[in-house]
């Protein structure tokens, strides 16, 4: 059908306008993001946390540096106790809106003490004890949807990497979901491995010759990279067993099933294996010299009678089973809950589970639920700790919920922090498989020195990665005849507050030519000294203007908002153009624009 041309201007018509209101939407948002919400929360900072969760500083806030040139998560605390001070958080954000997947630890308020982007994508950050020393260890490669293939590392207190470990055996590789390290100096691995396997159980046409994702774990001797020992799922459990739902799965190595999906190994006192199975929903330990299954809890073949009307047995799609302590049978899991499009529970939650093995039953002794109430379709941890002062606490990640809390062992909540907005948790933007927490960790970078840089008048310095540093020392010094520098003056010093902190340049009438910093201990002992930076020469126009700009449109959003309250209270109205308009219409000689034929 052709168009006539009033049609064509029709469409265009509405093409222009709703180009045009798509625009102003736009616009309007980022007023509000960029303009109207800082303002408001300059002036009411109690709303900071509620905009956060809403979202309204983006699915993913993060901080930006001066000094350093990756960003880290920007935290919201919602709810603290002091008891939770202390002590250092290890996390791997990982996520679409993450620009770099890398490992990072913040101390507890949220504030950066190191990453990197010197590896892939990064999971289970945490400190572990190989030989009387503690290292850094995660898993780092190539992340395909569930599963990964990579490698293990190990890194000391001066972030060099000490040790890797991989699996063994041709075309296998660590998976990102276990790497444990056993009182015996091994390491306890997870591996995914593609094979065929007898699915004529799941029926839809599927045959003898079928493609699984196996679940295996292995240990392996980390100084000789011996294997220890080997177990797989396929030998001792059958596919269509599985509670996952995949109607594509298992015809193809394109498209094969993952039945069993195992996601953490521990090694007991007994030299036997815990592990969990998120696709079985349960827990089993698995024989350390046979792999024969010796107890099964959870799933379709429990063997424990629970006696908390199934809290004790009824997770789903859980992860992180630990012993908390064996002597008394205490187990610790992170109950999902929910895998889509699966969803069993309205939020997920950590539970302590005490086995009886005389009576073989078992009975819930605490859950531990955040009144965010996170529905985490993946991922999870759970462990206890210590505090310095000598009280226990739980401390629990919720996986692809963007959030870390800590719990007395009650289940009282004493502490939370968001690193996403939580009303976005399901878009999963951002996720960390695991979070730790550790009361101490001490480290002094090897391969890099302080980074001072110098932007708007004021000097930018930080160390990534250093634990140690309790104050900064500014020094200057001018040029002298004949080139070089002169004696370097200190001229302030400062106390560490945060990852970045910064130093008020001196006046232009007694400015140096140039600056470095060093980095202090407790005892202002010295440590190490930053890069040496010169003031640029630049004026810095266009960043004043840059910010007079954004006053100014703070100012026009403020006095805009005001005025419309102002005149609503007044009663005032807006002019009524129409009748202006039809009034200058009616005083128009139209004749002289007549068509003449």
Known sequence: MKLLPTD?????????????????????????????????????????????DL????????????????????????????????????????????????????????HLIWTSDAFETTTNLKLQEYQGAEYLTFWSGHKAKTMGTGLYYMMDNNYTVAHTVDAVGQDLHGDLHEFKITKDNTALLTVYNLTNADLTGMGWFRGANGWITDSVFQEVDIA????????????HFKAELSFMWNPFGGYSDSSSFDFFHINSVEKDRNGNYLISSRHFHSIMTVDGKTGEILWELGGHSTDFEDLSDGKASGFSWQHDARWINEDEGLISLFDNGVAWPHVDVPYSEGRIIKLDFDAM???????????????????????????????????????????????????????????AASGLWWWERIKSYRAYKTPSWSATPKDWDPSAQIESGSLFVSWNGATDVAFWELSGRRAVEGGGGGEWQVIDIIEKEDFEDSFLLPSSSEAFDEYRVAALDRDHGFMRYSNTTSPPATSGFLGFLSYALMVLSALAVVAGVGGYWLGKKKGWSPPDWRRYAASAQAVIDRSKYQKLW
Not at 30 to 42: G, M, N, T
Not at 86 to 106: A, C, E, K, Q, T
Not at 362 to 390: K, N
Request: glycine share 8%.
């Open 8 to 52: 064509r201007t029709r469409v265009l018509r509405i093409a222009l306008v709703t180009l045009l209101s798509l625009g102003a939407v736009l616009l309007a948002l980022a007023l509000l993001q960029h303009v109207l919400v800082p303002v408001l929360v300059w002036i009411a900072p109690a709303l900071e946390r509620p905009f956060y």
């Open 55 to 110: 979202g309204f500083f983006g699915p993913y806030p993060t901080q930006e540096y001066v000094s350093f040139n990756l960003s880290s998560p920007r935290a919201s605390i919602v709810q603290w106790d002091e008891s939770c001070d202390d002590g250092y958080v290890f996390l791997d954000p990982n996520g679409p809106s993450v620009d770099h997947r890398g490992p990072l630890i913040m101390d507890a308020k949220g």
């Open 224 to 235: 000789t990279g011996e294997l220890l020992f080997e177990w797989s799922a396929s030998h």
């Open 361 to 419: 039953t078992a009975e819930l002794v605490q859950d531990f639920v955040s009144p965010s109430h996170p529905r985490s379709s993946s991922q999870g941890s759970i462990i206890p700790l210590q505090t310095p002062e000598g009280a226990d606490h739980i401390f629990i990640g919720w996986g692809s919920s963007a959030a870390f809390s800590e719990f007395t062992p009650e289940g009282q909540l004493l502490c939370e922090t968001h690193f």
